[in-house]
């Protein structure tokens, strides 16, 4: 099991330009979540997602971010319209469907930067 | 609304040391609270969780609700200890969102 999946590593992009970063879970996982990670902070809850269910997006700023985790295919965190205040790094995680262990288990993040 | 604190964002002590690494939550139902770690060049990994009561690595961690602290302990730090340490709270049995604290970067000296 290849673990979770994140691409690109590192994304450049010019203001105004549209950003995707793509999550593959582990195998077997159904639960998708991301977060973001600012310089000097923790990890902030983004948006939890289950196979074309967004079951939680508390964390999501109102515009210009969505998500989704489709049937078919990677999780995609899509961002529209970047300003240098996204640059940050983008980490996805996934976990088991219910009834297993909760565990989530941590792709090695897109690191984002805008200019 | 909750909040996971770690009041040191450096630690560095010395091989065969004690350690611990202080974390305060705040919230005000039941919490489930987890110790993840990020060695250099790794992704993200959890280290234990409070529900599990187990030791891994030598890290042991209590729950302690009154002063709600979940303080992450070992007797005798090894080198490879080295790693940033981040405590993060689920509301809800761990199968929703974490909440994480800031990171504490531990650094083990020979």
């Known amino acids: 099991n290849a673990g979770v999946m994140q691409n690109p590593r590192h994304l450049v992009r010019r203001r105004g330009q549209e950003a995707r970063l793509r999550c593959s879970p582990m195998k077997g996982h159904s639960h998708v979540y991301w977060y973001r990670q600012l310089p000097e902070e923790g990890l902030k809850f983004m948006v939890y997602l289950q196979k074309e269910n967004i079951i939680d997006e508390s964390g999501m700023p109102k515009e210009r971010f969505s998500a989704e985790f489709p049937k078919e295919g990677p999780s995609i965190l899509r961002i529209q319209q970047v300003v240098r205040g996204d640059s940050a790094a983008y980490f996805c995680?996934?976990?088991?469907?219910?009834?297993?262990?909760?565990?989530?288990?941590f792709g090695p993040g897109t690191r984002l930067t805008v200019t | 609304a909750q909040r996971v604190t770690q009041p040191e964002k450096l630690l560095s002590v010395f091989k065969g040391a004690p350690v611990e690494l202080k974390c305060n939550y705040s919230y005000s139902g039941s919490p489930e609270l987890f110790w993840y770690v990020q060695y250099s060049r790794q992704r993200l990994q959890l280290l234990l969780r409070?529900?599990s009561r187990e030791s891994i690595k030598g890290f042991t961690a209590d729950l302690n609700k009154g002063e709600t602290s979940f303080h992450l302990k070992k007797p005798f730090a090894q080198e490879e200890d080295s790693a940033m340490y981040y405590c993060?709270?689920?509301?809800?049995?761990?199968?929703?969102?974490?909440?994480f604290g800031k990171g504490t970067k531990l650094t083990v000296n020979p």
């Open positions: 993060a709270l689920s509301a809800q049995g761990g199968s929703e969102k974490l909440v």
């Open positions: 409070h529900i």
């Open positions: 995680a996934s976990s088991p469907p219910e009834g297993a262990t909760y565990e989530q288990y």
